[in-house]
């Protein structure tokens, strides 16, 4: 299995605040995903993105994958309550094999 | 988007018994499906692959003899935990994806407790 590291693992900011969660690879990713997941429930799909460059906003989310395809960055703006949840990146190595999961971003944003 | 469903969503058994969970695409044919377990508080880690009609691909560490997966159609995987253990409490995810989708879609989960 493939090493993905995501960081931080916790993170616990107050509402308005920014943030940024990394997740990074030695290895070449043909396509990486950004999952939220709540307690109790499946990950839910927040974007896929595989062009080197890209970068894909989802309202206050910003998902940037570096150019080398190696590396890729969620921007939270102005943190709200409802954005605490786990947040899971998690790498395609090879198209159509299954996913490698970074540890994940347990966050937490108080009012 | 595509939807996965996966039941029962809770269960509770006592040590010893077996467990079987369900995972249905609903929308679309599931080419190939994931089994992955969760920790609290943790990743999801990748129990096995399989494919329809072909016999699972376990990853390294994790029992095939245990964790039965059986993948008989295009649109439903299970996956039965044999003989279960306290040790085997955990969180259970289905995930699949279809033939020219570059995405798995996800079940709800399943949490395991085993008394």
């Known amino acids: 299995t493939q090493l993905l590291e995501q960081s931080p693992q916790f993170l616990s900011i107050q509402e308005g605040e920014n943030l940024t969660v990394y997740c990074n690879s030695s290895s070449v990713f043909s396509s990486l995903q950004w999952y939220r997941q709540e307690p109790g429930e499946g990950p839910v799909l927040l974007v896929t993105?595989?062009?080197?460059?890209e970068v894909k906003k989802l309202k206050r989310l910003t998902f940037q994958f570096g150019d080398a395809r190696k590396d890729s960055s969620l921007h939270i703006t102005a943190a709200q309550p409802g954005d605490t949840g786990l947040y899971l990146c998690?790498?395609?190595?090879?198209?159509?094999?299954?996913?490698?999961f970074g540890k994940g971003t347990s966050l937490l944003v108080t009012p | 988007g595509a939807v996965v469903s996966q039941h029962p969503s809770w269960v509770i058994c006592k040590s010893g018994t077996s467990v079987k969970i369900e995972c249905r695409s609903l929308d679309f044919q599931a080419t190939t499906m994931f089994w992955y377990r969760q920790f609290p508080k943790q990743s999801l880690m990748l129990m096995a692959t399989s494919n329809e009609g072909s016999k699972a691909t376990y990853e390294q560490g994790v029992e095939k003899d245990k964790f039965l997966i059986n993948h008989a159609s295009l649109t439903l995987s299970t996956l039965t935990v044999t003989s279960a253990h306290p040790e085997d409490s955990s969180f259970y995810i289905c995930?699949?994806?279809?033939?020219?989708?570059?995405?798995?879609?996800f079940g709800a989960g399943t949490r395991l407790s085993v008394l």
């Open positions: 998690a790498g395609e190595y090879y198209s159509g094999y299954a996913l490698n």
């Open positions: 993105v595989v062009t080197g460059g």
């Open positions: 995930s699949a994806r279809g033939q020219g989708l570059n995405i798995q879609y």
